[in-house]
């Protein structure tokens, strides 16, 4: 029974749940919108909820963590030898430590002219400058924009690009050039941002963490690298915000080897089964520790190659 209610109390909870630069002028490209659902011979892609995706035998507040394929179906947007890496000083939910504006994806930090690649298959919806806040609040916000439709209400943007190689209503594969890297827009020097939303594509709070879907990269040796999902519940139903430690070992026996400092989204973030997650980190044991209202809490968890790692820590 303590258990159903435990679960019960997570869910009420998570149904709960940069500064804007002055744009720069930009390239000369005519926007194309397309807004009918294509008709796509491509294989559908399979889009997962975490409360079915993760088996009925684990329960993370049963069990100190679960280990699950996660739903790794979206290929990195750009490729080595350029930086395939996501910054790790300004990730998807965090303000930059109150420097910017809470952070709707990610930023892979490239020079201007880096080729940018569809992430998966789908079409084109829009392609050009973001002269009318479509997907923003703001105007010319993202600058050059690309956004493409996929299977089954997922969607991916591409933003501050140079260049744009394609056109709304065409169809893509993933891998496709669909444009190059750039600073346009709010941009803070030259990056690709990149965004997952899901269902309502115009929704700004509409987004999911893309290092839950990207697929991990691969470390030196070649071996796919883990993902970590956190949970943060506060049993008093005012969860707000919370700082921590992760510290890398490649065995809890053995000494610390890496830390991570994490913070979990900021609360207008907090709409997903998660409140802060870390990817591309090797096999291993980590330790999490967590100071919430006074008190220590601590975790050991594992990651495996190639699998999301979930872990819920109910606090008070």
Known sequence: ???????????????????????????TIAPTVFEPIPTSTSTPIPVFLFSTMTPVACDPFAVDFCITDGHFILQRPVKPPANDSV???????????GTREPHHGVEFVNGSGTPVYAAADGMVIFAGPDEEAIYSPWQNYYGNLVVIKHNDGLFTLYAHLSKI????GQEVLAADKIGEVGRTGAAIGSHLHFEVRRRDVQDYFATQNPELWLAPN?????????????????????????????????????????????????R????????????????GDYRIALKYNGQLYERWVEVESGKLTQVVIAVK
Request: hydrophobic share 35%; glycine share 6%.
């Open 1 to 27: 029974m303590n258990r159903l209610k435990n679960i019960l109390i997570f869910l009420i909870i998570l149904q709960s749940c940069v500064p804007i630069q002055t744009p720069q002028s930009l390239p």
């Open 87 to 97: 910054d790790s000083t300004y990730p998807y939910g965090s303000t930059a430590n």
């Open 165 to 168: 190689d394609v056109q709304a």
């Open 218 to 266: 691969k470390d030196g040796r070649g071996k796919l690298l883990g993902t970590l999902m956190i949970s943060i519940v506060d049993q008093g139903f005012d969860f707000q915000y919370a700082e921590f430690t992760i510290d890398y070992h490649p065995d809890r026996n053995q000494p610390r080897v890496k830390s991570y400092y994490v913070t979990t989204y900021t």
């Open 268 to 283: 207008d973030m907090m709409t997903g089964d998660e409140n802060a997650a870390l990817g591309d980190l090797p096999s």
